[in-house]
């Protein structure tokens, strides 16, 4: 199967609530920006405009709520504005931010989490699914403050295509960053075998071969880790462990993830890590 050639980012969106805590992803966005020399727009999308304002007596009419939130945006983003380009959309926000992206010609949309719970705990929003659902560019989850540049970057992979595409598109985008490859396999027949610790062993052997042939065949020199149990516990506990601040993820593969994105291994993953998330969802069609 072939997949589009990654290109490092020259024209980021970054989608944002207004909400106080979206200027983690505004400041990750910024400095993105000027990591890849890229154009960045700022967006937020108003859901609601009353109609009729215009048979109301100007000097009655409430202020206009674009004028409203464009002030809002330019508080908000302080000095960023003067290297940024701001758009106020208006409608669904999911399909609204698609569109601008797609109108705009952005290659990366960056957003934030949409609400975070006790003990560390979040969900992405109905806006986020929605937008993970609908794009055709790589979307970058920000849950961390962006100080410093991306350092340790981990890429998820079950070693199908689409997982090959994110190594690709890591490397594009980080190409003097180490990085690592992280497959975490299951045994499920192991508590049905005589000998389930001899089966578990095969079924690692058996996926640091599919590992050594994968990384053969990418062209790609990166470390690799190999784990025993479920994807999203294993990269979170590995993320944790290590000070990873970037995951990598492709957003199909032959586990079944399919049409992608509730319910799936990638939003388990997304889910569970305590650092960003970077996704490339494949469309055919």
């Known amino acids: 199967m072939s997949l589009d050639r990654p290109k490092s980012p020259k024209r980021i969106l970054l989608a944002t609530d207004l909400d106080p805590r979206s ?19 700022v967006a937020h999308v108003l859901e609601d405009i009353p109609d009729g304002e215009d048979a109301i007596p100007s000097w009655r009419r409430p202020p206009s709520l674009v004028d409203v939130a464009r002030r809002q945006l330019l508080r908000q983003v302080g000095a960023v504005a003067q290297k940024a380009t701001i758009l106020i959309e208006q409608g669904d926000p999911a399909k609204a931010i698609l569109n601008a ?7 990366l949309i960056v957003t934030g989490v949409a609400k975070e719970e006790l003990f560390g705990r979040f969900s992405l929003g109905v806006t986020v699914d929605g937008i993970l659902r609908g ?9 961390s403050r962006g100080v410093n540049p991306y350092k340790q970057i981990v890429v998820a ?17 980080f190409p003097d ?17 005589s000998d389930p610790d001899g089966y578990r ?43 990873t601040d970037l995951v990598v993820l492709g957003t199909r593969g032959r586990s079944g993830i399919g ?19 970077l996704l490339m969802r494949h469309r055919t069609g």
């Open 157 to 173: 992979t079950d070693f199908s295509a689409y997982s090959r595409q994110a190594l690709d598109t890591a490397v594009e985008y």
């Open 101 to 107: 992206a797609e109108r705009e010609g952005c290659d």
């Open 23 to 41: 200027d983690r992803a505004l400041d990750r966005a910024a400095l993105l920006a000027g990591e890849f020399s890229a154009e960045l727009f």
């Open 177 to 193: 960053r180490r990085l690592t490859l992280l497959h975490a396999y299951d045994a499920p027949m192991s508590l049905l075998s």
């Open 135 to 143: 794009t055709r560019v790589p979307v970058l989850v920000v849950k």
């Open 259 to 277: 049409e992608f994105f509730l319910g799936s291994v990638a939003k388990s993953i997304v889910l569970a890590v305590p650092c960003d998330a």
């Open 201 to 243: 062993q095969e079924r690692q052997e058996a996926a640091r071969k599919e590992c050594a042939d994968f990384l053969r065949d990418s062209g790609h020199d990166v470390d690799r880790f190999i784990a025993f149990g479920a994807p999203d516990i294993v990269m979170h506990d590995y993320a944790l462990e290590n000070g």
